[in-house]
């Protein structure tokens, strides 16, 4: 869910202009899971922007306060969000830990790293929310290790009806900066895309798995 729709019209802008996100309406890109997609997202690249990561930091920190309180600690998700949680950790005066997708195997075997205490109230920083199962997967650590998830705050959802499902189960608040709407109208009006490639946009996202098969 969006909290603001000016931060999500201004956020998918941004991403845009910084080609953190890039539209390929005709050939895709391949993503990991194997989908072939018309939209490829890298918000790291928001990192190598000061204006830009300041603005998604500021924002971001805002809006965690506004929906969930005061935190004790924010967590990044890894390894995309160590970057951006670590900045909003550090506008918002608080400790910042960071969860792997699984304990490493050797060391002290840590899934999450730095100090965590029992009972303490943790938001989670995402970069970007597709399913939504490897951001959970996070939050599952963190609830083993006994401290109180608030929610988590995300650059960018593709809002993947899957998505809402996985967290509505999961018990867990998800909120974004922004999202796929707000990026289809935003490049429609910067004529980043047209009308034709906006409709072929929204049909992907209807059924991601099957497109271009």
């Avoid at 300041?54 to 995309?80: P, S």
């Avoid at 938001?123 to 399913?131: N, Q």
């Avoid at 998505?163 to 867990?172: I, L, P, Q, R, Y």
Wanted: aromatic share 8%; proline share 3%.
């Amino acid at each position: 869910m969006v909290l603001d729709k000016e931060t999500a019209r201004k956020t998918a802008e941004l991403l845009l202009q910084i080609k953190a996100i890039k539209l390929d309406a005709q050939q895709g890109f391949q993503w990991a899971s194997g989908w072939t997609s018309p939209i490829y997202c890298d918000n790291r690249v928001v990192l190598s922007y000061p204006p830009i990561r300041n603005f998604i930091r500021e924002n971001m920190a805002k809006q965690i306060e506004e929906l969930y309180g005061r935190a004790d600690v924010i967590a990044g998700v890894a390894t995309g969000a160590i970057g951006i949680g670590m900045l909003v950790a550090e506008y918002l005066g608080l400790p910042f830990v960071y969860v792997r997708p699984e304990p490493k195997s050797h060391g002290r075997k840590n899934q999450i790293e730095g100090k965590l205490d029992e009972g303490q109230k943790v938001v989670v920083v995402e970069d970007l929310i597709s399913t939504g199962k490897s951001s959970l997967n996070a939050v599952n650590a963190l609830k083993e290790a006994n401290v109180q998830v608030k929610g988590m705050l995300a650059i960018f959802s593709y809002g993947f009806e899957e998505a809402n499902k996985n967290f509505k189960n999961a018990g867990v608040e998800l909120h974004t900066l922004s999202n796929y709407d707000f990026l289809i109208e935003v490049a429609q009006k910067t004529n980043y895309i047209n009308e034709a490639e906006a409709e072929l946009l929204q049909g992907w996202r209807k059924d991601p798995s099957n497109w271009k098969k």
